[in-house]
């Protein structure tokens, strides 16, 4: 008991705030940020307790504009403020700031190469009672076909606020995929070391290697447990950015393990899957199995019992190792 | 005022009481969901579903049947309350909302019997409503099509293109109708950012536009009777109303924009709309 108290006691603001939720770090990342440079500004979509900034906007109302329902007005709007010198951070959902506002999105955001940072929350089937307008899994396809972009799908909370931190350094545009209004399972270390671009071994394996990102993390490292009573030792690549890709790392598994599978909330056409594959094809073609969507409009339903339907889940992650491993 | 007249007018109020009383049972089924913009939205659905669409729940498919596009889709509760209350759909599947493999989740899915668009992502039935309305000129149907609107999501630009659209077609044949609830998900329409001045804005679109209590039945059905305003116009509707109507600790709030329903809050929302219906 005592334990437990000192960690909390230990335990950072942001990371006590956020309770776990992606989408509520990234909005105390907005804070952090706009506190350490003046020409930090928030856009919101009518999204503001969706990002829980309702503080923000009271403490500081002169450094959130609010969009309206409107992504598109939105995204030029951000892309306009980055060319003046500002550093805008538009906060959407991503079912909705990604395709609504696709254009402005490539050609005023991307094209232009501004520095904007996208927080999109309930990506993946985070919102899989809403129906297949409101399911987010072919964003990271799109993104990754945005030239400039860097796209980042962070594990948990923790890593979440550390990714949001970590684009002050970058000189173009952003995306930050982000999970919805239930508690995410802690998977990094709240202080991790973390550097866009560079994925994080979570465990260390030689038989083979699961690359998962986002809320695959933790069924991934699930897995490893599982099959390592089974003498299967995983390794475990949390590839929390997907572009840039880290081409060494994933090599460096494939040579090492020689046997790789994916993980993923999302389409596995064009995602992490896709690019891991591409990259092994033209590089070091390795055996693959990917979990992930199929190609089609996913179900209704509540999120645990969707995702279980779709495999995205620890007993189908090491079921795909094990054909993977015959 | 003959009595026959009465008779409906008192017979759409007890529609709308059940489609407010099956968004409240959805939603509980589903432990939350959009109940504001369900509600506000009741008397509106119930006076277009059971007075003023022509519709035959036995064939959802009949070509000549009128369409209705609920453009601000998370209300699909009461969308939903209205189909299982005209024929469309089994009763029992608004006990289905948001259940797994359910066809009656948070928005309208157009494989649903009685559903002519799968909506959810805001600005979108407008325009697809003229379309609508431009295939039945085409093909010279007399079938009228009806868009529902939310105010928030007027702010989406789509629907002024669609407003200039409808207008240089001039589709007599079209009518949008704004659920002017004054609240979207986050706040006041009119701080976020404001409409007004609304009717004169869509005048100077070249739309014809009424104004009225969208909670006063007569109001409704004298409106609906008086479609089209002009005959080389669009017609817009706008139906001031209150976001959660019907249940006093849930009007006027953006809290109950979208809210969970536990079995304590179900309870007190039932015993104040009442039986009946
Ligand atoms: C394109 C898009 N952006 C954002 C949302 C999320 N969203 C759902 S409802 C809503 C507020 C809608 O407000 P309003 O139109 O006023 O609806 P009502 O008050 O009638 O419920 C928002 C922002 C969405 N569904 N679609």
């Not at chain 1, 959130?64 to 550093?87: H, P």
């Not at chain 1, 973390?194 to 699930?222: H, M, S």
């Not at chain 2, 909506?119 to 039945?136: D, E, K, P, Q, W």
């Not at chain 2, 939310?150 to 009518?175: I, P, R, V, Y």
Request: aromatic share 6%; charged share 20%; hydrophobic share 45%.
């Amino acid at each position: 008991m005592n334990d437990a108290m000192n960690k909390d006691v230990a335990r950072p603001e942001w990371e006590v705030k956020a309770e776990d939720q992606s989408r509520l770090a990234f909005g105390l990342a907005v804070g952090e940020l706009a506190g350490r440079d003046p020409k930090v500004v928030a856009i919101s979509a009518d999204t503001i307790d969706l990002f829980g900034l309702r503080g923000f906007l009271e403490r500081s109302p002169e450094r959130l504009i609010e969009a309206g329902i409107a992504e598109q007005s939105a995204m030029g709007m951000a892309a306009g403020l980055a060319t003046t010198g500002m550093r805008p951070i538009l906060c959407g959902y991503a079912p909705f700031i990604t395709t609504r506002s696709l254009e402005q999105l490539r050609n005023d955001v991307a094209y232009a190469n501004q520095r904007v940072v996208i927080g999109a929350a309930c990506g993946g089937i985070v919102l899989a009672m809403a129906g297949g307008t409101h399911h987010a899994v072919e964003d990271l396809a799109i993104m990754r076909n945005m030239p400039n972009m860097t796209v980042i799908a962070p594990a948990d909370a923790r890593q979440t606020w550390h990714a949001a931190l970590a684009t002050e350094q970058l000189d173009g545009p952003c995306y930050i995929r982000l999970g919805g209004k239930f508690a995410e399972p802690p998977v990094t270390a709240m202080d991790a070391d973390f550097q866009i671009g560079k994925a994080e071994q979570l465990r260390p394996g030689d038989d083979i290697t699961v690359i998962a990102c986002g809320a695959l993390v933790a069924p991934a490292l699930a897995a490893a447990e599982a099959l390592a009573a089974s003498g299967i030792n995983v390794r475990v690549l949390n590839m929390h950015t997907i572009k840039p890709l880290d081409t060494h790392a994933i090599l460096a598994a494939a040579a090492e393990t020689g046997a790789i599978v994916t993980a993923e909330e999302h389409r596995t056409t064009g995602g992490l899957g896709g690019a891991v594959a591409e990259l092994l094809a033209l590089e070091q073609p390795t055996p693959m199995r990917m979990v992930g969507m199929p190609d089609e409009f996913a179900i209704v339903g509540p999120t645990a019992r969707v995702r279980e339907h779709y495999g995205l889940s620890e007993a189908a992650i090491a079921a795909a190792c094990r054909d993977l491993l015959k | 005022m003959t009595s026959n007249y009465a008779a409906r007018i008192e017979a759409l109020r007890d529609d709308a009481l059940g489609i407010r009383r099956n968004v409240w049972r959805a939603l509980h089924g589903a432990g939350s969901g959009h109940m504001g913009g369900s509600c506000s939205a009741a008397d509106l659905l119930a006076a277009l579903y059971f007075n003023h669409l022509r519709l035959r729940p036995d064939e959802p498919d009949w070509p000549e049947r009128d369409r209705f596009v609920l453009s601000k889709g998370h209300a699909n509760a009461a969308l939903g309350a209205a189909l299982a209350r005209a024929g469309f759909i089994e009763d029992g599947v608004l006990d289905q909302f948001y259940a797994y493999q359910s066809s009656f989740g948070m928005h309208p899915d157009i494989k649903m019997p009685g559903v002519e668009m799968s909506t959810g992502g805001l600005g979108h039935g407008l325009s697809v409503a003229i379309g609508m309305a431009l295939g039945a000129r085409m093909q010279t149907k007399d079938f009228r099509t009806v868009v529902m609107l939310g105010d928030g999501e007027l702010q989406e630009g789509s629907n002024w293109e669609g407003a200039m659209a409808a207008a240089q077609f001039k589709l007599a044949n079209l009518t949008a109708i704004l659920d002017y609830n004054k609240i979207q998900q986050s706040g006041a329409v009119a701080e976020m950012q404001d409409l007004e001045p609304l009717a004169d804005k869509w005048r100077a679109f070249g739309w014809a536009v009424r104004e009225i209590d969208g909670h006063d039945m007569e109001a409704i059905v004298e409106a609906l009777d008086a479609l089209p305003f002009a005959t080389d116009k669009p017609s817009l509707l706008i139906a001031h109303t209150i976001k959660g109507k019907g249940v006093s600790f849930a009007e006027g709030s953006f809290l109950w924009h979208n809210n969970l329903v536990t079995d304590d809050v179900y309870e007190k929302a039932m015993s104040e709309l009442g039986d009946g219906a």
